[in-house]
């Protein structure tokens, strides 16, 4: 069974959407950065145009809760408590910092094979130019 859920809300500065996809008892999330306040049509559009472009963070580990049917209003003040809450999960913010750590991984590497080619390169020429001033004795 999935489920997913869109959380939308202001750091101070931007709007942000936390996209979290629970399937088979893990969590992947995924941070979208609106800019300006979004409205649902907007939110919607967004996710159905850009659905394949998403990057989640690799999938966490989450307790399973045994699924029983829930008085109306319980539910209703769970929800009135969610809608009132302004943050993220923390199984959402440890899968999004897990994907930023990853990013970084790849980054360094990418940069450390990036500067030893540069290197070889610059060895080679001033081999070259050592082989070019033998030559002119």
């Known amino acids: 069974m999935q489920k997913?859920?869109?959380t939308v809300y202001y750091n101070g500065a931007l709007?942000?959407?936390v996209y979290e996809r629970i399937a088979d008892g893990r969590l992947a999330a995924c941070k979208i950065t609106f800019g300006a306040e979004?409205?649902?049509?907007?939110v919607y559009c967004f996710l159905q145009q850009n659905?394949?472009?998403l990057r989640f963070s690799p999938s966490v580990d989450i307790e399973k809760k045994a699924e029983s049917r829930i008085n109306p209003k319980r539910m209703q003040r769970i929800v009135k408590k969610q809608l009132a809450s302004n943050g993220t999960g923390t199984?959402?913010?440890?899968a999004i910092k897990l994907q930023k750590e990853e990013n970084k991984v790849i980054h360094k590497k990418k940069s450390r094979?990036?500067?030893e080619d540069e290197k070889q390169r610059q060895f080679e020429r001033k081999q070259q130019k050592?082989?070019?001033k033998h030559r002119g004795r």
């Not at 979004?38 to 907007?42: Q, R």
């Not at 199984?91 to 440890?94: F, I, L, R, Y």
């Open 113 to 115: 094979m990036q500067k």
């Open 4 to 6: 997913s859920r869109l």
């Open 51 to 53: 659905w394949k472009n």
């Open 130 to 132: 050592k082989k070019e």
């Open 91 to 94: 199984k959402s913010q440890q």
């Open 15 to 17: 709007w942000i959407g």
């Open 38 to 42: 979004p409205k649902d049509y907007e």
